[in-house]
């Protein structure tokens, strides 16, 4: 999947009024960067995924959200499916440009804080 498909270019058409989103490939997917901060992913199948934690998250389940997985072998050689904190994004919210805005900016402030918790541990972002 090329880094730059049609879903892609629509979301980023979508969230412009937001600021400017860097575009990377990441786990597979294409992932969204804000201020060098990961806020979203878009599988392979065009599937939206947002950045969640403990302050958001219980939205994105009540909206009926599934969390990214992917698998990953193990040291010890099984494979295991590991759950990052990116849920879906209700499928209703990519033609409501408003929704959408402010679901990403849900996901930017979550980026936002795990990103001060990293900073709390001694682990500093590259600028």
């Not at 994004?89 to 900016?105: G, M, T, V």
Request: glycine share 8%; with cysteine; proline share 4%.
């Amino acid at each position: 999947m090329p880094v730059y498909d049609e879903t892609t270019q629509f979301i980023l058409d979508q969230i412009a009024p937001l600021g400017r989103f860097a575009v990377r490939r990441m786990f597979g997917c294409t992932a969204l960067f804000y201020d060098g901060l990961m806020v979203l992913l878009i599988d392979p199948a065009g599937v939206v995924f947002l950045k969640t934690d403990a302050h958001n998250r219980s939205r994105f389940i009540a909206a009926g959200c599934e969390p990214f997985t992917y698998a990953r072998r193990g040291a010890d050689g099984a494979v295991k499916s590991v759950e990052l904190s990116f849920y879906t994004l209700p499928d209703a919210l990519l033609e409501d440009q408003e929704a959408l805005a402010e679901w990403i900016r849900s996901a930017i402030d979550a980026a936002k804080r795990a990103d001060n918790g990293k900073k709390r541990a001694g682990r500093s972002r590259a600028h």
